[in-house]
């Protein structure tokens, strides 16, 4: 997102996304498990422009790859581990960059679904 006035790009976060963050537990069998708990729902700009995707193969069968970058106001409780939910689409953040007024963050994310549709 282009750094104008603070008003300007809060106008811009016109999309809302839920934030979850990784947490384990221990079922009934005494085995760990993976859980992801709701942590926030926010509004965020979306921009998909420079996230190209791509295919490739996982296990046997043809996945594609996509990216977008989810602009948000600052939260110092995100970490990589935290997921983002938008559009049905679990996104797994790969990288954090705060703005310089430090007011903003980008989360950096990339989505992975089956090739069923290629």
């Known amino acids: 997102m282009r750094r104008q006035n603070k008003n300007e790009e809060i106008g811009k976060m016109d999309r809302r996304i ?37 295919e ?7 996945t594609v790859q996509s990216y977008a970058n989810f602009t948000i106001r600052r939260r110092t409780d995100i970490t ?17 960059d705060v703005s310089q007024d430090r007011q903003f963050q980008t989360l950096r994310c990339a989505v992975i679904g089956t090739g069923s549709f290629i």
């Not at 490739?56 to 043809?62: S, V």
């Not at 581990?81 to 797994?92: N, P, S």
């Open 80 to 96: 990589e581990r935290t997921r983002v939910i938008f559009d049905l689409k679990t996104y797994d953040i790969e990288g954090i």
């Open 56 to 62: 490739m193969e996982r296990a046997g069968r043809e």
């Open 18 to 54: 839920q934030l979850q963050n990784y947490t384990e537990t221990t079922n009934t069998y005494g085995e760990r498990v993976e859980v992801y708990t709701a942590l926030a729902t926010v509004w965020a700009f979306v921009d998909y422009t420079g996230t190209e995707g791509r």
